[in-house]
């Protein structure tokens, strides 16, 4: 079956941690992103990637961090820098920028 | 003003009727225009996309666009309680140099009452 992965499906963090989130895909798309998603609110985008080893900055990318090694692959990194984490991450891929996105189930992030 | 602009509702239709939903983008060198269903504590499934001015039809589902007016719509025929969800507009936002950038809508919320 072709899809976006993300896991965890729920994660729990203590304040001054880092945590990192995993989403894969195996539709051959070019680029990915990731958005976060607050109560009531719309979707963020956060970092985005068009192509291996090159992302830039969203519109909130302060106190994260993603790395785009792999096609597949791309994990985004929560640090002790993001004043307000809890939300609703959302990994999505599309095969060009300009093209529909399709998203993962999601990570629900909670700060304890 | 926003880039992307939706009614937030929410919008309360019976069960058989027909459901309008509209959005309204600042850019006008948009060059495409995707409607996604929310289901609650679920992840945005895309339900229609246009490219072109004029009607598409999908099923129970017709989204339609208006460039000079800037003006996208999703309208639901003989809407079903299952279509309760959060509908939202997202808009590729071509202007500048960024890359054709997706932007959401805050979303509206739709109920289908029996």
């Known amino acids: 079956d072709g899809g976006i992965t993300q896991s965890p499906k729920y994660l729990f963090r203590k304040e001054g941690q880092n945590v990192t989130l995993s989403c894969e895909q195996n539709?051959?798309?070019?680029?990915m992103y990731w958005y976060r998603q607050d109560p009531g609110q719309g979707l963020r985008l956060i970092y985005y990637s068009q192509i291996v080893n090159d992302f830039q900055k969203g519109d909130i990318a302060e106190g994260y961090s993603v790395s785009r090694e792999k096609k597949e692959s791309f994990p985004l990194t929560v640090t002790s820098a993001q004043k307000n984490p809890t939300a609703f991450y959302l990994c999505a891929s599309s095969l060009s920028s300009y093209n529909e996105q399709f998203f993962g189930p999601g990570t629900r992030l909670t700060v304890l | 003003q926003k880039e992307v602009e939706q009614n937030s509702g929410p919008l309360s239709v019976p069960e058989g009727a027909i459901a309008s939903l509209n959005c309204t983008y600042s850019d006008r060198g948009s060059q495409s225009f995707f409607w996604y269903r929310q289901y609650s504590g679920k992840s945005p499934e895309l339900i229609m996309s246009?490219?072109?001015?004029g009607d598409k039809e999908d099923g129970r589902f017709t989204a339609q666009l208006n460039k000079a007016s800037q003006y996208v719509s999703l309208l639901i025929r003989d809407s079903q309680p299952s279509d309760s969800a959060t509908y939202l507009c997202a808009v590729n936002i071509a202007g500048g140099t960024s890359y054709g950038k997706l932007t959401f809508g805050q979303g509206t919320i739709l109920t289908v009452h029996p």
């Open positions: 539709l051959n798309h070019d680029a």
């Open positions: 246009i490219y072109s001015n």
